[in-house]
């Protein structure tokens, strides 16, 4: 059987190809475990030139798409390109909105092209709607092992792995993952049932993963995606243990309220260069909302032990969750004016399906929820929008797009420190430039 998976560009995004789709490349190495023809195909920087998309869409029995919110509708005309190259192929949709829609009963939503639709991990999922095929299920479901060195690891020959831009201290990275799922439960995330169990590598089997990045592709920078990479303390110590040797720099995820200095300053001393913590917000009251479990004093302290340990501190604001004001806004202003935070991104709150928000809107004064889900960007190419989707007791959407659009105006004229990624750098320059 000759299967491929694909993943759509992102034409509203900043910059859309800085990381390879590692989703994509974990399930893609189990189907070629299992014995079956497999390609991946990241149409990632093609923008919407459906010239390009047939030039490197082939023919197969199965196709796998990764489907967000947002590009559903981008999706629809990639599986209608694959019912060309094939009418007798299958589609089989995957990603966390999907889980989403489906988790909501709302799966009538979904473009009418899938034929069938993969709900959390797709690892084990797609090896059973290979053995099903052509009679797909509506739908499977198969979380993993706990024990993840089980399963393989991707095979970044897949895809041109030197294409994409991320960085780290200016250097090429590629990013990676020890660890799936948070113990968290804050009431935005749009991958609940991902997140319910955190399940690990075992940091020699990441160790190896690094080191034969290193040696095959010369990657000495890691971007480390974990969620919440500190959680299990004693694990990553010991991972910690094995990097060093290595000389290599990475950054990570870290955590408000879980994390102490001493971390830090362990994870220097491994090479981490970076740490990057969900803020959201200067006002306890929306962090509250949130379920973030967290202060605003603890994250006034990771930042500060940040400075002080010489580690680049990137900060991740969500605006426009129901209860934002004007007045909690300006906390937020507060807050960044007297962290400052070398780096940060601000991205707006969207009401994705089955997150707890969409669940329950009532519970957060949610009047109305917009369903146009082209529209549901956190942040577009420039840095600014996206807008706000929801009608709550406090503001219509069209007040809080506003509000946003004047934050992000203001927290987008501050200087940002240390190295910094490509489409940053550009906004840098656009901002120093005279009109």
């Not at 509708?73 to 909105?97: L, M, T």
């Not at 609940?192 to 590598?201: A, C, E, I, L, S």
């Not at 290599?248 to 200095?261: E, M, N, S, V, Y």
């Not at 129901?322 to 709150?349: N, R, W």
Request: glycine residues 6%; hydrophobic residues 35%.
């Amino acid at each position: 059987m000759i299967i491929q998976l694909i993943h759509p560009p992102h034409p509203s995004a900043t910059d859309d190809k800085l990381d390879a789709p590692l989703g994509l490349l974990y399930v893609a190495q189990m189907i070629k475990c299992a014995g079956h023809d497999v390609s991946v195909v990241d149409l990632c920087g093609t923008g919407m030139d459906e010239s390009k998309w047939r030039e490197v869409i082939g023919g197969a029995d199965l196709y796998g798409l990764t489907s967000y919110v947002c590009t559903m509708d981008v999706s629809a005309r990639i599986a209608r390109i694959c019912k060309e190259k094939n009418p007798d192929s299958k589609i089989i949709a995957g990603g966390a909105n999907v889980t989403g829609f489906h988790d909501m009963l709302w799966e009538d939503e979904l473009p009418v092209e899938y034929d069938s639709l993969v709900i959390g991990d797709g690892e084990i999922a797609i090896l059973q709607a290979i053995l099903d095929f052509p009679n797909l299920e509506p739908y499977y479901e198969f979380p993993l092992e706990r024990d993840l060195d089980v399963y393989p690891n991707p095979d970044y020959d897949m895809v041109d792995i030197k294409s994409y831009h991320r960085t780290i201290d200016d250097a090429q990275s590629i990013s990676i993952l020890t660890s799936r799922g948070c113990p968290f439960r804050c009431a935005f995330c749009g991958l609940p049932k991902q997140k319910r169990t955190v399940r690990y590598r075992s940091p020699e089997a990441v160790y190896r993963e690094i080191k034969f990045l290193k040696e095959r592709y010369g990657f000495k920078a890691f971007n480390f995606q974990d969620d919440t990479f500190i959680v299990n303390k004693e694990r990553v110590w010991k991972l910690m243990e094995l990097l060093e040797p290595l000389d290599i720099t990475f950054r990570c995820l870290g955590r408000a309220g879980l994390d102490t200095k001493e971390d830090y300053r362990r994870l220097k001393d491994a090479g981490c260069s970076a740490v990057a913590w969900g803020i959201e917000s200067g006002s306890q009251m929306i962090l509250d909302r949130m379920n973030k479990k967290v202060t605003v004093e603890q994250n006034r302290e990771v930042i500060r032990w940040a400075h002080e340990i010489d580690l680049i501190d990137r900060v991740f604001i969500l605006v426009g969750f129901p209860g934002e004001t004007a007045e909690t806004l300006e906390e937020t202003k507060q807050f960044i004016d007297e962290t400052d935070p070398s780096q940060y991104l601000a991205s707006t709150f969207q009401p994705y399906p089955g997150i707890d928000v969409v669940r329950y809107p009532a519970k957060y004064g949610v009047k109305r929820i917009y369903r146009d889900y082209e529209k549901y960007i956190q942040i577009k190419a420039d840095g600014n929008g996206g807008d706000s989707n929801i009608d709550t007791v406090w503001h219509t959407a069209e007040e809080m797009s506003r509000m946003i659009t004047d934050f992000k105006t203001w927290i987008n004229i501050r200087k940002r420190r240390g190295p910094m990624q490509g489409y940053e750098k550009d906004l840098e320059k656009m901002k120093s430039s005279p009109l």
